[in-house]
């Protein structure tokens, strides 16, 4: 069956940066556009990136963009965000999934996410 297992997060200083990976199994990974999202406390679940089968193209929320960047390895099938100039409102439960439509999750199942905490 479908597994997502998020890693990488933390509690990190304003400014800092991460590296969130993504372990996917159960679906034919590469074939498929996949994409992160961040769920705050209070807040719904929002998209923040997504990348194409092949890696060669990339979306971004407006709220990160120049800072974020995600990246893919499909011989691992694994997605990665690198997260750069980390600010508190970047705050957020962090999940992968895949994606259709650039940035809209495409599977109803969702990992366990990974924390990020940003202090300021």
């Known amino acids: 069956q479908v597994q997502l297992v998020e890693s990488g997060g933390g509690l990190v200083q304003a400014g800092a940066s991460l590296r969130l990976s993504c372990a996917a199994s159960?679906?034919?990974?590469?074939?498929?556009?996949m994409g992160w999202f961040r769920q705050a406390p209070g807040k719904e679940r929002e998209f923040v990136a997504s990348?194409?089968?092949?890696?060669?193209?990339?979306y971004y929320a407006d709220s990160v963009k120049g800072r974020f960047t995600i990246s893919r390895d499909n011989a691992k099938n694994t997605v990665y965000l690198r997260m750069n100039s980390l600010k508190p409102e970047d705050t957020a439960v962090y999940y992968c999934?895949?994606?259709?439509?650039?940035?809209?999750?495409?599977?109803?199942?969702w990992g366990q996410g990974t924390q990020v905490t940003v202090s300021s």
């Open positions: 999934n895949k994606v259709r439509e650039t940035n809209i999750a495409a599977l109803d199942y």
């Open positions: 159960g679906f034919a990974f590469g074939i498929y556009p």
């Open positions: 990348i194409d089968w092949s890696g060669s193209s990339a």
